[in-house]
């Protein structure tokens, strides 16, 4: 199975911040690497597809890159609505594997 | 727009078993493969079982595999999740997703399942 580690596992930051997390596969996935939201209490939600793809309707602050086995997700400029969990997703390989998530926090 | 509506979930005894549903609307659910994903309270997203659009392949989590069977309805446009042989470690939401390819574009709102005696 691929494992996926997600750094860090939470951080604090302020509104206008730039955040970045990163996510390592145990082997090498290519792009197939997804990036999901999750508030408390509500359903994840996809952020980005593809390593890089912005998904339709998601603001232009975030954005993903990366290919093979290191990924990252950036925050250009934390807003109050970004305060939530971040998880990856790796579907090059059965099973599917999520990172551990990314709690971001206010400073 | 994609609407996917989970039911189901209760409090079940460990060993007994329980099924869950997912109604979808929205969209062609015939042409997509679909996923359960479940979270424990608290804790991070662990990926269940995901059968393809036609479901002629279906693919099982470790923890998962020979208990639970995803399973699928096209005339009702309805996808289920038979599981068998419960522990308090199946405790979670148990959310149904769309399949874009194999990657998950869309979630249900969960339900959840509480395995306790």
């Known amino acids: 199975d691929i494992q996926m580690t997600q750094s860090p596992s939470s951080l604090s930051a302020s509104i206008g911040d730039k955040v970045t997390i990163t996510c390592r596969a145990s082997q090498v996935i290519r792009n197939n690497l997804a990036w999901y939201q999750q508030k408390p209490g509500k359903a994840p939600k996809r952020l980005i597809y593809?390593?890089?793809s912005l998904q339709s309707g998601v603001p232009s602050r975030f954005s993903g890159s990366g290919s093979g086995t290191e990924f990252t997700l950036t925050i250009s400029s934390l807003q109050p609505e970004d305060f939530a969990t971040y998880y990856c997703?790796?579907?090059?390989?059965?099973?599917?594997?999520f990172g551990g998530g990314t709690n971001v926090e206010i400073k | 727009q994609v609407q996917l509506v989970e039911s189901g979930g209760g409090v079940v005894q460990p060993g007994r078993s329980l099924r869950l549903s997912c109604a979808a609307s929205g969209f062609t659910f015939s042409s997509y493969g679909m996923h359960w994903v479940r979270q424990a309270p608290g804790k991070g997203l662990e990926w269940v079982a995901l059968?393809?659009?036609?479901?002629?392949?279906?693919y099982y989590g470790d923890s998962v595999k020979g208990r639970f069977t995803v399973s699928r309805d096209d005339s009702k446009n309805t996808l289920s999740l038979q599981m068998n042989s419960l522990s308090a470690d199946d405790t979670a939401i148990y959310y149904c997703?769309?399949?874009?390819?194999?990657?998950?574009?869309?979630w249900g709102q969960g339900t959840l399942v509480t395995v306790s005696s």
């Open positions: 997703a769309r399949a874009a390819g194999v990657v998950i574009d869309y």
């Open positions: 593809g390593a890089s």
């Open positions: 997703l790796q579907h090059n390989s059965y099973p599917l594997t």
């Open positions: 059968i393809w659009y036609d479901g002629t392949n279906k």
